[in-house]
């Protein structure tokens, strides 16, 4: 079945921009959703459809999806951003949905 | 604003069956674009999709991994969507989660999710 790869960690500076990738076999062909997870919480839509953003996440988190990698980029990170990202497309083959691992943003 | 709100047992014996109910509130679940499912997350780990239903069709999709122990049930007359699994083990203590996804594309995409409730599945 499909495979999302996540990075477990990433690290940035507070006021910088963090990327953090998902990978997978021609994920650019799919459409790609990220999740944000703070502690003790319940996950929140970050973005979905590969770049669309719910309403009331902030320009900031911005997101791209093309050949083999997706990417959520969040500029001028702040403290408050600190999380767990996943990233999660429709295995259209197998008919289920897929997450990935995970990553932890650290803001330093 | 639709809200979800899961409950159920917090703790199940193992290999009897979890039950879970999740109440939609502020909004109609007949909807014909939208899908409903359930996600789980063991302690420390990550999301693990269970299940998704389509209710303006009545076809679910799960998660091939819970081999057939899993029923996910619409009710619009009561707006709720349910959960079971069956014979449980203790590995299937979790945070469970219910969704409503978006389905643009034939791609789900969570787009509202309730709180979560915890189960424990132990003696």
């Known amino acids: 079945s499909y495979v999302l790869t996540q990075p477990p960690s990433v690290s940035v500076a507070s006021g910088k921009t963090a990327r953090i990738t998902c990978g997978g076999n021609n994920i650019g062909s799919k459409s790609l959703h990220w999740y944000q997870q703070k502690p003790g919480q319940a996950p929140v839509t970050v973005i979905y459809y590969d770049s669309d953003r719910p309403s009331g996440i902030p320009e900031r988190f911005s997101g791209s999806n093309s050949d083999n990698t997706a990417t959520l980029t969040i500029s001028r990170v702040e403290a408050g951003d600190e999380a767990d990202y996943y990233c999660?497309?429709?295995?259209?083959?197998?008919?289920?949905?897929?997450f990935g691992g995970g990553t932890k943003l650290t803001v330093l | 604003q639709m809200q979800l709100q899961e409950s159920g047992p917090g703790l199940v014996k193992p290999s009897e069956t979890l039950s879970l109910t999740c109440t939609v509130s502020g909004g109609s679940i007949t909807r014909s674009t939208y899908y409903w499912g359930w996600i789980r997350q063991p302690p420390g780990k990550g999301l693990e999709w269970i299940g998704s239903s389509v209710s303006y069709s009545g076809t679910t999709y799960y998660n091939p991994s819970l081999k057939n122990r899993v029923t996910i049930s619409v009710d619009m007359s009561k707006n709720e969507i349910s959960l079971k699994v069956t014979s449980v083990t203790a590995s299937e203590t979790a945070v469970y989660y219910c969704?409503?996804?978006?389905?643009?594309?034939?791609?789900?995409?969570?787009?509202?999710w309730g709180k979560g409730t915890t189960v424990i599945v132990s003696s």
């Open positions: 969704a409503r996804h978006l389905a643009r594309f034939g791609s789900p995409a969570t787009d509202v």
């Open positions: 999660q497309v429709w295995d259209s083959d197998n008919y289920h949905v897929v």
